[in-house]
C-alpha cells in the first residue's frame, strides 16, 4: 500500500500464532499495509502438543516473496522467557514494538464432568498467560513510545458460553476484561486495546462448521477488522468486535432496567421472585460501557 492512509507503514508488529488460520491472515495483511512482522507460532498441534518451525517460516517467507518485511519467532506465548524474547526480536529487528496481535490458541474440549486439571490450566496457560506474558513484555516499550496497539482474541464462547468448552470460554471471557482494563491503563499513553470474538475456518473449527460455509467465514474476513485495530487512524479502545464472514458487529453490555428498591430497610427473597421478569427484561435497558456508568445506575435510585 502505498499512500499509508492507515498509518502502518514501518510500524511494528507481533501476531502471535501467526504460523496458520487467523493469525496468518492478520500477519500477511499487516505486511500488506507495510508493517513489520514478528511471525510468532509454536508450530505444535491444534491441543498444544508438539512444536516445530515449519508453519511460522512458510508465512514469513510469504510475507517476504510480496514484498514485506517479516522475521520468524517460535516460541510459546505461555513461556515467560520466551514471550519476552518475541518482543525482543520485534525491538531488535524493527526498532520498537508498536502492535501486538494476541492471537496464539488452541483447544482440549471436553465436558466439565470428564475435565481434568491439565486440560484447564493448559487454555489458561495459552490464552491467559500467553495474552498476558506478551503484552506485558511490550507494555513498557508502548509506554515509553506513547504509542501502542493490542488486539486479544476473545471467542463466541466466552461471550456466550459453549457445551464441552468451559475451560475455553472461561478463558475467552477472561481476556475481554483484560483487553478493557488495557484500554483504561493504557489511554494516556496513546494506547489502544480492543477484543475481537472471530469466527473463521481453521484447523480448531473445520469439523465443527459445515462444509457449504467454508467459503464464507475464511481468515481473510476477519483480518481487515483485526488491521484496522492496529491502524495509527483507528482511536477505538476497550472494545469487543464479533467478526466473520463479512460481518463486523460492535458487542455491548446491555443492563436490564431492572427492580430497584431503596435500600433502607430489608428486602425479601419474596421480592426478588415476585419481580423475576423485570429483573430480566433488558428490552428497556441500558448500554453500559463503563464501570463508572454501571455503578452510577446502580446508586441513583438511593440519592432520591
Ligand atoms: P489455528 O490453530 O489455526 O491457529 C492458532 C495458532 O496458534 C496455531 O498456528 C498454533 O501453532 C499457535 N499456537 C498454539 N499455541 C501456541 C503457543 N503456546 N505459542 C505460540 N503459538 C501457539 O486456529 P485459529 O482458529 O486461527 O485460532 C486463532 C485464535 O482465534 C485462537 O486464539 C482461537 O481460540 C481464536 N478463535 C478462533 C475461532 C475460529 O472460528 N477459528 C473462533 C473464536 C476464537
Redesign the pocket.
Known amino acids: 500500500m502505498s499512500d499509508d492512509s492507515m498509518g502502518l507503514k514501518g510500524k511494528s508488529a507481533l501476531v502471535?500464532?501467526?504460523?496458520?488460520?487467523?493469525?496468518?491472515a492478520h500477519a500477511l495483511l499487516l505486511a500488506k499495509y507495510g508493517a513489520k512482522v514478528i511471525v510468532?507460532?509454536?508450530?505444535?498441534a491444534?491441543d498444544?502438543s508438539g512444536a516445530g518451525h515449519s508453519?511460522a517460516d512458510q508465512v514469513v517467507e510469504e510475507i517476504k516473496s510480496a514484498g514485506g518485511e517479516a522475521a520468524a519467532n517460535y516460541?510459546?506465548?505461555?513461556?515467560a522467557e520466551s514471550a519476552t524474547a518475541m518482543v525482543e526480536q520485534a525491538v531488535d529487528t524493527f526498532g520498537s514494538i508498536d502492535i501486538v496481535v494476541n492471537?496464539?490458541?488452541?483447544?482440549r474440549d471436553v465436558t466439565f464432568t470428564k475435565m481434568t486439571e491439565d486440560d484447564w490450566d493448559i487454555i489458561f496457560?495459552?490464552?491467559v498467560k500467553?495474552s498476558y506474558l506478551v503484552t506485558k513484555a511490550a507494555w513498557p516499550h508502548m509506554r515509553e513510545k506513547s504509542y501502542g496497539r493490542i488486539v486479544m482474541?476473545?471467542?463466541?464462547?466466552g461471550i456466550y458460553g459453549n457445551f464441552g468448552q468451559s475451560n475455553?470460554s472461561a478463558a475467552?471471557m477472561a481476556l475481554i476484561g483484560l483487553g478493557q482494563t488495557l484500554a483504561l491503563e493504557g489511554e494516556k499513553y496513546n494506547i489502544k486495546a480492543n477484543t475481537i470474538?472471530?469466527?473463521?475456518?481453521?484447523?480448531?473449527?473445520e469439523s465443527l462448521m459445515p462444509e457449504f460455509v467454508h467459503d464464507y467465514?475464511k481468515?481473510e474476513f476477519v483480518s481487515p477488522l483485526v488491521v484496522y485495530l492496529c491502524s495509527e487512524s483507528c482511536d477505538a479502545s476497550g472494545a469487543l468486535y464479533e467478526v466473520?464472514a463479512g460481518a463486523f458487529c460492535r458487542i455491548d453490555k446491555t443492563r436490564a432496567k431492572g427492580l430497584t428498591i431503596k435500600p433502607d430497610r430489608d428486602i425479601s427473597v419474596e421480592e426478588v421472585a415476585e419481580n423475576w421478569q423485570l429483573i430480566n427484561d433488558t428490552s428497556e435497558g441500558t448500554v453500559m460501557r463503563t464501570i463508572g456508568e454501571s455503578t452510577q445506575e446502580t446508586l441513583k435510585h438511593c440519592m432520591s
Open positions: 502471535t500464532g501467526a504460523g496458520g488460520g487467523l493469525g496468518r510468532n507460532d509454536l508450530g505444535g491444534a498444544g508453519m516460541g510459546s506465548v505461555s513461556d492471537n496464539a490458541g488452541i483447544l496457560a495459552v490464552h500467553g482474541t476473545s471467542s463466541a464462547s475455553y475467552k470474538a472471530p469466527q473463521a475456518l481453521s484447523r480448531l473449527t467465514i481468515p466473520g
